[in-house]
């Protein structure tokens, strides 16, 4: 007998369920400007003596603020008013480009229910923002990848015209089509390129390492076929397949290429995903690798053998795709634990509250073998990590940066943000030997040009 | 007094204040974003940064299909969307994880069914969640959902022959 679909919907939900905070409520009513109270009669007049005090402070604090806001001037680390505090955007920052010191998209989501995305751009830093792009309602965005400040693709994302099909990978299985715009000009104009949809996996290539050369795992949705993997040099209009993806490789693998011919799966091992009658969480078998290499451009794949720590066999798994300089890599994973225990009463919350840890391997063999287990104080679970080189690392913990010159040897940790807010460092920010951008939540943007050394405020623009 | 009638007493809410409207309303927002992101902080920060959206646009609720609960929950699904989006969102996400290879059609696991939700659109598992998790009326969900109740009907009907499940009639019905 099928269960039903409430039955099963609320066993999923519930599966991973954890409760709020206990102040959730608090912290969100807290976060709403409180209304005007009037002062006592008793302390009116000590307050208007204090308020002329503040007035001249604020004067003084603000000319900075908005020196500061503007990116006219950068504040160091350790400041004793507790870090920097970037103005927040009147919307998402759903994604964005950052391709060199000066020259960035991002694409805001604006608000009111389904509101349209505008990509906005810059080509001074943050100064100054133009619009180039604007998807309205109905309709969202896909992706927007840069490769240098002139070549970028945008997908949108609009609903299909076609009749639905229950089938999956047919014509019209995906309620939503990608259409991709083209631009070789940073932005300014952009032309819609006629490429064919592949229904099986509609968001497009899972990498692109250059505006015309791709790869993509195909025929996902088609069980029980094996995935394939397809290439493009085209820019996407023709595909040729491969290679099949290894029988090993867990589901849920993320596709990366550092160059033309070597390729990366990094897998995700979940454990959780299953429980016994009593609601006792049930080793999933292990992956046979949780890294995958290609050296031929993807016609092959060989298993890598990771020294992971001891936690790692009982618990949760996520890789980042690994990071090269020439042939010193390093490989940013979490552990997450422990599976939480499943309560055969639906109506209660599983029992388990979890951890996580982030790690770092390193290769000195261009990815052959990896070594130097090294738990990281911040990192994946934190916000993020930029590599300058293979010794030189930035990792996010919330609004601090915690700093190493020596591969993971030794650390020191700085204030940065304001408290309460956090970097958000990820592969796609932008850094080089001196400049670096980075997202600040989900509406804020922070940027340095002397190595992370001292940041400024990116005044995000306004969008009407 | 019900959370969907209070767009109906718009005036007497502006008496009593945004506080008194949202705080009965902060725990079903949290399981709903919660069922979308599945992590915990996360479902907070999108309940927090939802309900400072709600509150800047309050003076623009106009008594909207679905009362002020529909208008509210649409700020937070669409907040839960736009954190998705985002490729700072560095989480395991839902919608990356894949069918196995070779597994029994017929059977339906606790695995299976996820990944076969995941292989739906956003907005298919956003009317799952409403209509099955938050056990909200359908035209309520229809409401957030942006659509008619008949085109709500008819996309949770397929979503679920998608799922191979029963759809509940007597759940329907009683909407």
Same mark, same amino acid.
């Given at each position: 007998m099928k269960p039903s679909a409430r039955s099963a919907i609320r066993h999923d939900v519930l599966t991973d369920y954890e409760v709020p905070s206990p102040d959730l409520v608090v912290r969100v009513l807290r976060a709403i400007p409180s209304s005007?109270? /009037?002062?006592?009669?008793?302390?009116? +007049?000590?307050?208007?003596?204090? @308020?002329? +005090?503040?007035? @001249?402070?604020?004067?003084?604090?603000?000319?900075?603020?908005?020196?500061?806001?503007?990116?006219?001037?950068?504040?160091?680390?350790?400041?004793?008013?507790?870090?920097?505090?970037? /103005?927040?955007?009147?919307?998402?920052? =759903?994604?964005?480009?950052?391709?060199?010191?000066?020259?960035?998209?991002? =694409?805001?989501?604006?608000?009111?229910?389904? !509101?349209?995305?505008? +990509?906005?751009?810059?080509?001074?830093?943050? $100064?100054?923002?133009?619009?180039?792009?604007?998807?309205?309602?109905?309709?969202?965005?896909?992706?927007?990848?840069?490769?240098?400040? $002139?070549? !970028?693709?945008?997908?949108?994302? =609009?609903?299909?015209?076609? /009749?639905?099909? $229950?089938?999956?990978? @047919?014509?019209?299985?995906?309620?939503?089509?990608?259409?991709t715009y083209r631009?070789?000009?940073?932005?300014?104009?952009?032309?819609?390129?006629?490429?064919?949809?592949?229904?099986?996996?509609?968001?497009? /290539?899972?990498?692109?390492?250059?505006?015309?050369?791709?790869?993509?795992?195909?025929?996902?949705?088609?069980?029980?076929?094996?995935?394939i993997l397809q290439h493009t040099v085209d820019g996407g209009m023709h595909w040729t397949t491969v290679g099949i993806v290894p029988a090993g490789a867990s589901p849920g693998s993320d596709l990366t290429f550092t160059d033309r011919q070597t390729g990366w799966l990094t897998s995700n091992q979940s454990k959780s995903y299953a429980w016994d009658a009593n609601g006792t969480p049930i080793a999933a078998a292990p992956l046979t690798a949780l890294l995958w290499v290609t050296r031929d451009g993807g016609q092959t794949w060989a298993p890598v053998d990771l020294p992971l720590p001891a936690e790692a066999a009982a618990n949760n798994v996520r890789l980042e795709a690994p990071v090269f300089f020439g042939k010193d890599g390093l490989l940013e994973f979490e552990v997450n634990g422990p599976p939480p225990t499943f309560r055969p009463d639906l109506s209660q919350p599983p029992t388990t509250q979890g951890w996580m840890h982030s790690y770092m391997l390193q290769s000195h063999d261009g990815g052959r073998s990896w070594g130097e287990l090294g738990q990281t104080p911040g990192g994946l679970q934190q916000g993020g990590a930029l590599f300058f080189d293979a010794h030189h690392w930035l990792l996010s913990q919330g609004p601090d940066i915690t700093e190493t010159f020596d591969a993971g040897k030794t650390w020191t940790t700085r204030q940065v943000l304001a408290s309460g807010l956090g970097f958000s460092f990820a592969p796609w920010n932008y850094i080089d030997g001196t400049a670096i951008w980075s997202q600040v939540g989900a509406d804020r943007l922070v940027r340095s040009t002397d190595g992370g050394a001292h940041w400024m405020a990116v005044t995000p623009p306004t969008i009407k | 007094?019900?959370?969907?009638?209070?767009?109906?007493?718009?005036?007497?809410?502006?008496?009593?204040?945004?506080?008194?409207?949202?705080?009965?309303?902060?725990?079903?927002?949290?399981?709903?974003?919660?069922?979308?992101?599945?992590?915990?902080?996360?479902?907070?920060?999108?309940?927090?940064?939802?309900?400072?959206?709600?509150?800047?646009?309050?003076?623009?609720?106009?008594?909207?299909?679905?009362?002020?609960?529909?208008?509210?929950?649409?700020?937070?699904?669409?907040?839960?969307?736009?954190?998705?989006?985002?490729?700072?969102?560095?989480?395991?996400?839902?919608?990356?994880?894949?069918?196995?290879?070779?597994?029994?059609?017929?059977?339906?696991?606790?695995?299976?069914?996820?990944?076969?939700?995941?292989?739906?659109?956003?907005?298919?598992?956003?009317?799952?969640?409403?209509?099955?998790?938050?056990?909200l009326p359908l035209e309520e969900v229809a409401a957030v959902a942006g659509l008619s109740t008949g085109a709500a009907r008819a996309r949770l009907y397929r979503a679920v022959g998608r799922l191979r499940l029963e759809f509940d009639p007597s759940k329907e019905n009683a909407t």
């Amino acid at each position: 007998m099928k269960p039903s679909a409430r039955s099963a919907i609320r066993h999923d939900v519930l599966t991973d369920y954890e409760v709020p905070s206990p102040d959730l409520v608090v912290r969100v009513l807290r976060a709403i400007p409180s209304s005007h109270k /009037p002062a006592s009669r008793r302390g009116r +007049v000590a307050m208007q003596t204090a @308020a002329v +005090v503040l007035a @001249a402070f604020v004067i003084g604090v603000a000319t900075v603020g908005v020196r500061v806001s503007r990116g006219e001037m950068a504040l160091p680390a350790g400041l004793p008013f507790g870090g920097l505090h970037p /103005p927040a955007a009147s919307y998402s920052i =759903v994604d964005a480009e950052f391709v060199s010191a000066d020259t960035a998209w991002i =694409v805001a989501q604006l608000y009111v229910h389904n !509101g349209p995305t505008v +990509v906005m751009n810059t080509t001074d830093g943050g $100064k100054t923002w133009h619009e180039q792009f604007r998807i309205p309602d109905g309709s969202s965005i896909g992706s927007l990848k840069f490769w240098n400040t $002139k070549d !970028g693709d945008l997908v949108e994302d =609009v609903p299909s015209t076609l /009749p639905p099909s $229950k089938i999956p990978g @047919a014509p019209g299985s995906s309620n939503m089509v990608p259409r991709t715009y083209r631009t070789h000009d940073g932005g300014g104009h952009w032309s819609l390129v006629d490429l064919p949809i592949d229904w099986s996996n509609p968001g497009g /290539p899972d990498f692109s390492l250059t505006q015309l050369e791709a790869w993509r795992i195909s025929g996902v949705e088609l069980r029980p076929a094996k995935p394939i993997l397809q290439h493009t040099v085209d820019g996407g209009m023709h595909w040729t397949t491969v290679g099949i993806v290894p029988a090993g490789a867990s589901p849920g693998s993320d596709l990366t290429f550092t160059d033309r011919q070597t390729g990366w799966l990094t897998s995700n091992q979940s454990k959780s995903y299953a429980w016994d009658a009593n609601g006792t969480p049930i080793a999933a078998a292990p992956l046979t690798a949780l890294l995958w290499v290609t050296r031929d451009g993807g016609q092959t794949w060989a298993p890598v053998d990771l020294p992971l720590p001891a936690e790692a066999a009982a618990n949760n798994v996520r890789l980042e795709a690994p990071v090269f300089f020439g042939k010193d890599g390093l490989l940013e994973f979490e552990v997450n634990g422990p599976p939480p225990t499943f309560r055969p009463d639906l109506s209660q919350p599983p029992t388990t509250q979890g951890w996580m840890h982030s790690y770092m391997l390193q290769s000195h063999d261009g990815g052959r073998s990896w070594g130097e287990l090294g738990q990281t104080p911040g990192g994946l679970q934190q916000g993020g990590a930029l590599f300058f080189d293979a010794h030189h690392w930035l990792l996010s913990q919330g609004p601090d940066i915690t700093e190493t010159f020596d591969a993971g040897k030794t650390w020191t940790t700085r204030q940065v943000l304001a408290s309460g807010l956090g970097f958000s460092f990820a592969p796609w920010n932008y850094i080089d030997g001196t400049a670096i951008w980075s997202q600040v939540g989900a509406d804020r943007l922070v940027r340095s040009t002397d190595g992370g050394a001292h940041w400024m405020a990116v005044t995000p623009p306004t969008i009407k | 007094m019900p959370a969907n009638k209070l767009s109906r007493a718009r005036e007497a809410a502006d008496h009593a204040g945004f506080d008194s409207l949202i705080t009965p309303l902060v725990e079903p927002a949290y399981r709903l974003a919660f069922a979308i992101l599945r992590q915990r902080m996360a479902a907070e920060d999108a309940v927090q940064e939802a309900t400072f959206k709600a509150w800047s646009k309050f003076a623009s609720f106009r008594n909207e299909r679905g009362g002020f609960r529909a208008w509210y929950l649409t700020i937070v699904a669409n907040e839960c969307r736009s954190l998705q989006r985002g490729r700072w969102w560095s989480v395991l996400r839902f919608d990356q994880v894949r069918p196995p290879q070779g597994s029994d059609e017929s059977a339906i696991t606790a695995s299976d069914l996820r990944q076969t939700i995941a292989g739906l659109s956003r907005s298919d598992r956003l009317l799952l969640y409403l209509f099955y998790w938050l056990d909200l009326p359908l035209e309520e969900v229809a409401a957030v959902a942006g659509l008619s109740t008949g085109a709500a009907r008819a996309r949770l009907y397929r979503a679920v022959g998608r799922l191979r499940l029963e759809f509940d009639p007597s759940k329907e019905n009683a909407t």
